[in-house]
């Protein structure tokens, strides 16, 4: 994931990953234009943030401002994981075990998926698994990983060390992020980066392996809508939102 304009990371590119974090007064700013507000009607002075040039606005006030807006996106991949694989072994690599919340957050992004009661599950290393997935700690704050291919899920993800400084919900959410690009799904805001990372906007396409909207998903993103957003925010919980969850039961 990269820089957004809240406090956000973005996995990009055909290797879709997480990379930066956002600010807070960046995500103020994006849920106000979310809300409504003009761009240039948004001012940042002294370290707060003003709507309408004088009225102070807070996080917790700007995220109650779109708090009833709860259409969000999900997208697929065409190529799936096919139904030959059952479990899945995530294999961390040494370097990866030596950070203790990237470790952590596995664990629970693990236990995101297996608590799903999906046809897929996932386990951390051992046998008896029909696909692996090598789990390696990069350079960077965030994540890449990739698309299935042949029926079965991408074979690595690429978790940012500097994660390490974050909470355990964060990589938590990085590392659900990651396995979710495994196993095909797309940034739910692939169309429009922005919508998760601020800047200008910024469309993915196709990446030649299908944007697919995922039946019972409305069509459109919100900031904090759902776990395969372009960015995350420092406040990331690490847990599916109910669109995630509508498009997990359908694909597996």
């Known amino acids: 994931m990269f820089k957004g304009a809240a406090v956000l990371a973005v996995s990009c590119g055909v290797l879709a990953g997480c990379g930066d974090a956002m600010s807070e007064n960046e995500e103020i700013t994006a849920n106000l234009i979310e809300a409504g507000y003009q761009a240039d009607d948004i001012r940042v002075v002294d370290g707060n943030v003003y709507a309408g040039n004088d009225a102070h606005v807070t996080l917790e006030a700007s995220r109650e401002m779109i708090s009833g807006t709860g259409s969000h996106e999900q997208y697929s991949t065409t190529n799936l994981v096919g139904t030959a694989v059952t479990k899945i072994c ?3 690599t040494a370097a990866f075990n030596s950070y203790t919340r990237l470790s952590q957050g596995l664990d629970l992004a693990i236990q995101n998926y ?7 599950t996932f386990q951390r290393g051992g046998t008896g698994c029909t696909a692996n997935i090598t789990a390696n700690a990069s350079s960077g704050t965030g994540g890449s990983a990739g698309f299935p291919s042949g029926g079965r899920p991408y074979g690595t993800i690429n978790i940012g ?38 800047g200008a906007a910024s469309n993915e396409g196709t990446a030649g392996v299908g944007a697919n909207l995922i039946p ?23 847990e599916w939102t109910s669109s995630d969850i509508t498009a997990l039961n359908y694909l597996y």
Do not use: K
Request: charge should be neutral.
């Open 216 to 238: 019972g998903t409305p069509s459109t993103a919100t900031v904090g809508g759902s776990i395969m957003n372009a960015c995350f925010r420092s406040t990331e919980t690490g």
């Open 161 to 198: 060390t500097g994660l390490n400084s974050y909470s355990v919900d964060v990589n938590e959410h990085v590392i659900t992020h990651e396995l979710g690009h495994c196993i095909g799904f797309r940034h739910s805001d692939y169309y429009n980066r922005a919508i998760s990372c601020g």
């Open 114 to 120: 297996n608590q799903r009661g999906l046809r897929i």
């Open 90 to 92: 995530v294999n961390p």
